[in-house]
């Protein structure tokens, strides 16, 4: 179930990140700080399938193995997966061997809170959605700590923290205009 697979050498300098969690641990927004951060393009695998299908997230979860084929295969990119992307093995070889797997930890709790008011999550749609979180992450966490080359708590924590400290511990460098006027704005500080 749990099978470490080897990087492929022809991927560029700059590897691909994969964000990788449950629903509501932050992917897509730290995604998005993360490409601005790094100067590299942003997919978000659900987006994506919506894209290609014009169908909503909730009626084509089959096609999530497709897209994260194709899109693991692109190079210096960074994808943030639907939360049960990592349940195929197909999906967890993809993405271990074609870049940095990052996995967003964070508690049930904290998912409740980052998803009340969003009704597009269809796992959700039940009367009790915290013993549904509890079900999935029982079942899930195992998958991501797996393949992750670094797990990253984002409870209770800002989007700019998270990001900065996936660009510490993969040891990149941040290449935004954004990261460069805060490093100026400390060092004038310094002197």
Excluded: W
């Excluded at 393949?147 to 923290?161: E, N, P, Q, Y």
């Amino acid at each position: 179930m749990c099978g470490r697979f080897l990087m492929n050498p022809q991927l560029n300098l700059q590897p691909n990140i994969f964000l990788v969690g449950p629903m509501g641990s932050g992917k897509s927004a730290v995604g998005k700080h993360l490409s601005k951060m790094l100067d590299m393009q942003l997919y978000d695998s659900d987006a994506e399938i919506e894209r290609i299908t014009g169908v909503d997230i909730s009626f084509i979860f089959e096609k999530e193995g497709e897209v994260i084929d194709n899109l693991s295969q692109l190079n210096g990119i960074i994808l943030a997966t639907g939360g049960g992307a990592i349940l195929a093995s197909a999906n967890r070889e993809h993405l271990q061997s074609r870049g940095k797997v990052v996995y967003l930890q964070t508690s049930v709790e904290q998912q409740l809170e980052r998803t009340k008011q969003t009704r597009h999550r269809p796992l959700l749609n039940t009367n009790d959605p915290q013993k549904k979180l509890t079900e999935l992450l029982t079942i899930r966490a195992p998958l991501y700590q797996c393949i992750a080359t670094i797990t990253i708590s984002t409870d209770h924590r800002r989007v700019h923290a998270v990001a900065l400290d996936i660009i510490h511990a993969l040891g990149l460098a941040a290449h935004s205009k954004m990261d460069a006027s805060r490093a100026d704005e400390h060092s004038a500080h310094d002197h």
